[in-house]
């Protein structure tokens, strides 16, 4: 069995690894470090929890070690909750060498993350937003220290390189170091065309061509075969008192649960209506302020609360343990995100349990998603329209009802309105001014 020493892993990093009980590379990892060490840009394909980011922390810490500056590597990933788990990582990593790393994202002070980029860390891992902020209004001695990085990490490329971020990531790249004098290391869990678009491009003279590496990617493997997928179609207008029917059954008392919606609405709403339903319940959406969003993963890690109710922040990347069931409350509009969302369950052979919750509206999307994984759902029977009528239409009803008057009360979704025309006044003013 291959060793990481065996990959040009450094000694001491390896002693970091062994610390941390990883003995073996993954079958990622044994392809792209060698590659990465050797120079070549890399494009790195495997699914959630193979240890795509050891595929590129290692041979980045083991260059860094050898010629130690700041800021060496730039990490850019979508969401807030998979950077800090990137940094962590790092940090844990080279602890042994008194790494820095730099966490650069939305709802952190903007003062205090310029006085650290100013700091010259080894490591800066960004969401590309606020990265954009800074190179747009924080100063040439702040983001100085991007112009000599040695590598560029796109983690979650495929939603990297979508349209959503494509401005913010042009500015990023505009203070970067060019692509011949920098390493580009992309990883996904889903190598789209953009992604593999990438390997055509021309490679500059004295530059090594890009690699790329796919294992097991979503192409071949959809879903696990120890994952179990199921549907309930349901009246839309219903939808919280089938969820707490499902939730509040013998067979799911014990059970972890992430339920997935579409919107941070609906994500306040049911964590507010099961609340009200004594169940134990944190919630993960784009709209909390940073650190109820960093409690509520670790209550949920914790086991304080069994179930998470999240929108697509979640589906990717984030390193939750033994997830038991997955409920999609509002289905995915690309069957993609479905494959992430149902890949927080039945991870590393372990069993896992999905429940799709169809509507009237839904019947495409799910036709859609079954071609794409090449399975029929099956249907739920545990929970029938005479139980929930029964046991949870009246209760959830008025649960439901309570949360709404609350938020209301609150101005739940003003702030965000309110963040957004500032931040366009903000940003527009800047242009102008430059």
């Given amino acids: 069995m291959v060793k990481f020493e065996e990959l040009g892993v450094s000694k001491w990093l390896c002693e970091s690894l062994d610390a941390m009980k990883i003995y073996t590379p993954s079958k990622i990892q044994e392809a792209t470090i060698p590659k990465i060490l050797a120079g070549y840009d890399c494009i790195g394909g495997a699914k959630t929890g193979s240890g795509k980011t050891i595929a590129f922390a290692a041979p980045m810490l083991t260059k860094w070690s050898e010629d130690p500056y700041g800021v060496f590597g730039l990490i850019l990933t979508p969401t807030r909750e998979l950077a800090l788990q990137i940094a962590e990582q790092y940090a844990a990593l080279g602890a042994s060498m008194n790494i820095k790393v730099s966490v650069i994202l939305g709802g952190g002070d903007i003062v205090q993350q310029a006085l650290e980029l100013q700091r010259r860390p080894h490591f800066v891992v960004a969401t590309p937003g606020r990265l954009a902020d800074h190179i747009l209004s924080s100063g040439e001695e702040t983001i ?34 060019p692509p011949e004098k920098r390493q580009t290391l992309l990883f996904t869990a889903t190598v789209t065309d953009e992604v593999r678009a990438l390997k ?5 003279e004295g530059k090594l061509p890009v690699f790329v590496h796919e294992v097991e990617s979503v192409d071949k493997v959809a879903i696990p075969a120890t994952l179990t997928t199921n549907y309930l179609f349901i009246p839309s207008y219903v939808k919280e008192a089938y969820l707490n029917a499902v939730l509040a059954l013998e067979e799911n008392a014990d059970s972890t649960v992430i339920v997935f919606v579409n ?16 169940f134990r319940v944190a919630s993960l959406h784009s709209e909390m302020p940073q650190i109820e969003r960093i409690n509520s993963l670790h209550r949920f890690k914790a086991g304080a609360a069994r179930i998470l109710i999240a929108t697509d922040v979640a589906s990717r990347g984030l390193d939750i343990p033994s997830v038991e069931l997955v409920v999609n409350y509002d ?29 009237e509206q839904d019947v495409k999307r799910v036709l ?67």
Wanted: glycine share 6%.
């Fill in 144 to 177: 100085g220290g991007l112009r000599k990085i040695k590598f560029l990490v796109l983690d979650e490329a495929d939603r990297l390189l979508s349209n959503s971020f494509g401005s913010d990531l042009e500015r990023c790249f505009k203070v970067l170091p």
């Fill in 200 to 204: 055509e491009k021309p490679v500059p």
């Fill in 263 to 278: 919107r941070t609405q609906t994500a306040e709403l049911l964590r507010r209506t099961l609340r009200n339903l004594e």
């Fill in 331 to 359: 289905m995915p509009a690309d069957p993609d995100d479905y494959i992430h969302r149902v890949g927080r369950t039945a991870r590393a052979g372990r069993k896992g349990e999905s429940l799709s919750f169809v509507t």
């Fill in 368 to 434: 859609a998603i079954e071609e794409r994984i090449n399975k029929k759902m099956d249907k739920y029977e545990l929970v029938t329209d005479n139980k929930v009528i029964e046991t949870s239409l009246h209760k959830t009803g008025a649960a439901k009802r309570e949360a709404l008057m609350a938020m209301e009360r609150e101005g739940f979704g003003e702030k965000r309105k309110n963040n957004k025309i500032k931040n366009a006044k903000r940003k527009n003013s800047r242009l102008q001014s430059k």
